[in-house]
């Protein structure tokens, strides 16, 4: 069944510890986006690509960086998590950059 | 910037009766419009689009109306259902990989 996963679903990690937010698609979609959404907020785009070794930052300045190393998997990574890092991130995956198809989520919590 | 507003934060109706959920933009560019809908601890998933040739589009109990001379479309959900009850997020694009979304509506739906 073609999907699109994120892991982990919940993590509470500690100030300055790294972390990487897991995303992979099996649609074999080439664009990929990540967004930041803080409850009652829209939506932000911090990340997309278009394909393999393609990848730009979105409109919202974000201290993350991201790698498309094969056209399944897109991973973000945090170096140092601030408490300001805590929030909701999707990550999304289209065929055409018409209609999106997200992932479930990872809910980062920075202590 | 918020390029797509969803002013209400919440909506609440009766089981059987109309939900009419309410997005504006100010972007003129913006050629094609997505509503999604969230459940909790879920990503986003589409529900109905309609791009700006159209003025209205249906798809069973969903229709979505365009009207662009106000910049405004909304979702009409009848008759309404318990398990409509999610957030219901507006996007609104006129390019791939620039999809802006709104703060998303909490509908809750009782029986």
């Known amino acids: 069944e073609a999907d699109i996963y994120q892991t982990p679903r919940y993590l509470v990690i500690g100030t300055g510890k790294k972390i990487t937010l897991e995303c992979s698609q099996t649609?074999?979609?080439?664009?990929m986006y990540w967004y930041q959404q803080d409850p009652g907020m829209e939506l932000h785009l911090i990340h997309y690509s278009y394909g393999v070794n393609s990848t730009e930052k979105g409109d919202l300045s974000s201290e993350s960086t991201v790698s498309r190393i094969r056209t399944e998997h897109f991973p973000l990574t945090l170096e140092s998590a601030r408490p300001s890092h805590t929030s909701q991130y999707l990550c999304?995956?289209?065929?055409?950059?018409?209609?999106?198809?997200f992932g479930s989520g990872t809910r980062l919590t920075v202590v | 910037d918020q390029q797509v507003k969803q002013n209400s934060p919440s909506l609440s109706v009766q089981e059987g009766r109309i939900s009419i959920l309410n997005c504006d933009y100010t972007n003129s560019m913006f050629d094609y419009f997505l509503w999604y809908k969230k459940y909790p601890a879920e990503g986003p998933t589409f529900l109905i689009s309609?791009?700006?040739?159209?003025d209205k589009n249906e798809d069973g109990r969903f229709t979505v109306f365009l009207n662009k001379s106000a910049k405004h479309l909304s979702l009409h959900i009848v008759p309404s259902q318990p398990g409509d009850s999610a957030v219901y997020f507006c996007a609104a694009t006129y390019q791939p990989n620039d999809m802006r979304f709104g703060a998303g509506t909490r509908l809750t739906v009782k029986p």
């Open positions: 999304a995956s289209s065929e055409t950059g018409a209609s999106y198809t």
């Open positions: 309609i791009s700006s040739i159209k």
């Open positions: 649609m074999g979609h080439d664009k």
